[in-house]
């Protein structure tokens, strides 16, 4: 029987230890594939900033990095590119990340072998209007594309044919969560039903959202505390309206945390939440990992209607779809979570396990295949 696996290459914007849902998908995407028998190495980035990060996971690909220096980090970019194509000039090439697909597509057009391009939605939508021009140009060079969401899908079917495009959702590596110390007893300061949101502070999370909503629902639920997990350097704006609607006591920012008090800020919430906006500058929400990691531990979720969050969330499952700036539907959609709250609970727990990567990636492993 025939054993030989494809060799692949993943090129990627982002990896660990470095923040980042690209880089997250990109790792466990690796990892995956590694444990399925293929060869897989990772062409990424190093950034200096995130040299001392305490990242507790190892890669099991063999990962190459270049560090970005000046005007010439493209350029050094697409050498090592190259190398590694001669290297194993057979190899599946698998780009993530708007600047690893825009460069791997130049290279496309004149080194055609195998290639997958992931579409985490932004990428025909954010950039200089150079940047937006090459990357549509690229896009059909690509043998297959994955849409880790029919919202990603339907930004990017234009630029590429959508013969080629398979939506294929994000996954979550349950082992980080698995390895919890669960003898660590962990709770919030107040008693309460607690709200939560995981994700850099920013327009596009949608964390003003909730708090603007926040008025209305106290009226109802006076017990509610909302909790803000993620790099905060940009909550200003969030901070005055929590001053300006005297909700100080409801809203709890903890900033970045680390990967082990995050499993128990999960465990320990009770809705989650992520009323994401699309920005005018083209920043998306693709799908929301974070929706599934909080379903994981039992946490029914609310999210926005018409971005990516749609394939994270069935609607009436495992949490609700609503429109971010409509305050009744917020309110309404906590009430029938807390009047129906276990059901919901052990529906989120199901939804996750159905998008553990385990399972995901074996239809990773059939488009590697048929290609």
């Known amino acids: 029987m025939n054993t030989y696996k494809k060799t692949i290459l993943i090129v ?16 466990n995407l690796s990892n995956e594939l590694v444990d399925s028998g293929y060869p897989v190495h990772v062409l990424s980035e190093f ?19 270049f560090s970005r220096k000046n005007y010439f980090s493209n350029l050094r970019f697409i050498i090592l590119y190259i190398k590694l194509l001669f290297s194993h000039p057979k190899a599946v090439v698998i780009a993530t990340g708007s600047k690893s697909v825009m460069l791997v597509g130049i290279v496309n057009q004149i080194w055609r072998g195998k290639s ?9 939508l954010m950039g200089s209007p150079t940047m937006r021009w090459v ?3 690229v896009l059909p060079s690509f043998s297959r594309a994955v849409a880790v969401s029919a919202f990603s899908k339907e930004n990017s079917k234009k630029f590429i044919d959508e013969g080629k495009i398979t939506v294929v959702p994000n996954g979550i590596n349950s082992m980080k969560f698995d390895s919890r110390d669960k003898e660590t007893h ?5 008693d309460g039903f607690h709200l939560l949101t995981v994700g850099r502070v920013s327009d596009r999370k949608g964390q003003l959202n909730v708090v603007k909503a926040l008025p209305s629902i106290l009226l109802k639920y006076p017990d509610v505390v909302y909790h803000i997990v993620g790099i905060d350097n940009a909550k200003s704006t969030v901070v005055d309206w929590v001053k ?8 709890k920012f903890h900033g970045v945390v680390s990967e082990e008090l995050l499993k128990h800020i999960y465990d320990a919430s009770d809705a989650f939440l992520m009323l994401s906006e699309n920005m005018p500058d083209g920043d998306v929400e693709g799908f929301g990992i974070a929706i599934i990691e909080a379903n994981y531990f039992g946490v029914p979720a609310i999210g926005s209607l ?19 700036h409509s305050t009744e539907q917020i309110v309404n959609s906590i009430a029938l979570l807390r009047n129906d709250y276990t059901t919901l609970s052990k529906n989120s727990t199901l939804w996750a396990h159905q998008h553990k990567w385990s399972v995901i990636i074996e239809s990773y492993k059939r488009m590697i295949t048929a290609i």
């Open 306 to 324: 018409g971005c990516g969050i749609e394939q994270a969330i069935n609607n009436g499952f495992n949490g609700f779809l609503v429109d971010p």
């Open 244 to 251: 300006k609607l005297g909700l100080e006591r409801h809203v």
């Open 135 to 137: 990357l549509r140009k």
């Open 47 to 65: 950034r200096k900033e995130f040299e001392s990060s305490n990242y507790s996971r190892t890669s099991k690909a063999r990962v190459h990095y």
């Open 12 to 27: 990627s914007s982002e990896f660990p230890p470095g923040p980042g849902g690209i880089g997250d998908h990109a790792f």
């Open 186 to 190: 962990f709770q919030f300061e107040v």
């Open 116 to 124: 997958i391009v992931i579409l985490h939605g932004h990428e025909v």
